[in-house]
Nanobody
């Protein structure tokens, strides 16, 4: 089971940028598929982006062209670069990992971090 710790959240104005980090431990990071989800108050957790062990990426339509997911296997860390942020991006962002699959459904993922708050002001 992977232990995941997110960081990098904060308060930013609309149009600004943030970079989230997810430090992983407890497994062979290079073999894991990684993803970011987010959850706004009163809403369900939703898929944001994923990167598989072979560096193939997938994005939600709402963030395509604005967000970039990446990984550094030497540092066992996944990143989410978020540009052109909008108030609708306000949410708690969660990092997740799975050794066997990539899915846009949160229930399919095994290991989760505690989340980091991103707030975008208008």
């Amino acid at each position: 089971q992977m232990q995941l710790v997110e960081s990098g959240g904060g308060l930013v104005q609309a149009g600004g940028s943030l970079r989230l980090s997810c430090a992983a431990s407890g497994g062979t990071f290079s073999r894991y598929n990684m993803a970011w989800f987010r959850q706004a108050p009163g809403k369900e957790r939703e898929f944001v982006a994923a990167i598989d062990w072979d560096y193939m990426t997938t994005y939600a339509n709402s963030v395509k062209g604005r967000f970039t997911i990446s990984r550094d296997n030497a540092k066992s860390t996944t990143y989410l670069q978020m540009n052109s942020l909008e108030p609708e991006d306000t949410a708690v962002y969660y990092c997740t990992a799975d050794a066997n699959k990539v899915s846009t459904g949160p229930g399919a993922w095994d290991d989760w971090g505690q989340g980091t708050q991103v707030t975008v002001s208008s």
